[in-house]
T-cell receptor, first 112, second 116 residues
Framework: AQSVTQLGSHVSVSEGALVLLRCNYS??????LFWYVQYPNQGLQLLLK??????LVKGINGFEAEFKKSETSFHLTKPSAHMSDAAEYFC??????????FGTGTSLTVIP | GAVVSQHPSWVICKSGTSVKIECRSL??????MFWYRQFPKQSLMLMAT?????????EQGVEKDKFLINHASLTLSTLTVTSAHPEDSSFYIC????????????FGPGTRLTVL
């Protein structure tokens, strides 16, 4: 079975500071890993995905994530937070590429 | 590309009535569509997976007779909440993939259902 754990349901950073959102996964086979962002009352937008190619994945809006098999992690980072980054972020794991299992989400607050 | 729409975006209904939510892939053929439910401040819970032309596969604990899913074409899936009750109030989100083994799901904007 696959699962995802997101440590920290709420993260606050100052504008311009580093953003680090943590995601650890559990999977018996090599997984696909994803980060999605959700703004209030909207659907999910794909930020980036790992599909067994390069372990450092660059996404939209300056976000990137590194797949670390030894740590079973896929943490999301951005060097400098912007006010518009405030949103809910979800990490997801998939094995087949079809069924996704989502983490509980991390709410990012950016402080001016 | 890869746009998924949902209709309606917001619906309010009386307890006991049925509500149909549509999910459409606008610029690609979606062989597989998924329906999720999201409670406030919580994650997405997969309700069911539907493949075009076949019966939906429901996740454990999801009542198939209450949440009717139809995937009649490659661009349209519908979720009907039958005999809705206040506890069915939630944010329903659909997603779609364009083929078996395709690694990305594209999500619709969601439908907010409020049952009075």
């Amino acid at each position: 079975a696959q699962s995802v754990t997101q440590l920290g349901s709420h993260v606050s950073v100052s504008e311009g500071a580093l953003v680090l959102l943590r995601c650890n996964y559990s999977s018996s086979v090599p997984p696909y890993l994803f980060w999605y962002v959700q703004y209030p009352n909207q659907g999910l937008q794909l930020l980036l995905k790992y599909t067994s190619a390069a372990t450092l994945v660059k996404g939209i809006n300056g976000f990137e994530a590194e797949f670390k098999k030894s740590e079973t992690s896929f943490h999301l980072t951005k060097p400098s937070a912007h006010m518009s980054d405030a949103a809910e972020y979800f990490c997801a794991v998939s094995v087949t590429g079809n069924q996704f299992y989502f983490g509980t989400g991390t709410s990012l607050t950016v402080i001016p | 590309g890869a746009v998924v729409s949902q209709h309606p975006s917001w619906v309010i209904c009386k307890s006991g009535t049925s509500v149909k939510i549509e999910c459409r892939s606008l610029d690609f053929q979606a062989t597989t569509m998924f329906w999720y439910r999201q409670f406030p401040k919580q994650s997405l819970m997969l309700m069911a997976t539907s493949n075009e032309g076949s019966k939906a596969t429901y996740e454990q604990g999801v009542e198939k007779d209450k949440f009717l899913i139809n995937h009649a074409s490659l661009t349209l899936s519908t979720l009907t909440v039958t005999s809705a009750h206040p506890e069915d109030s939630s944010f329903y989100i659909c997603s779609a993939t364009s083929g078996a083994g395709t690694d990305t799901q594209y999500f619709g904007p969601g439908t907010r259902l409020t049952v009075l």
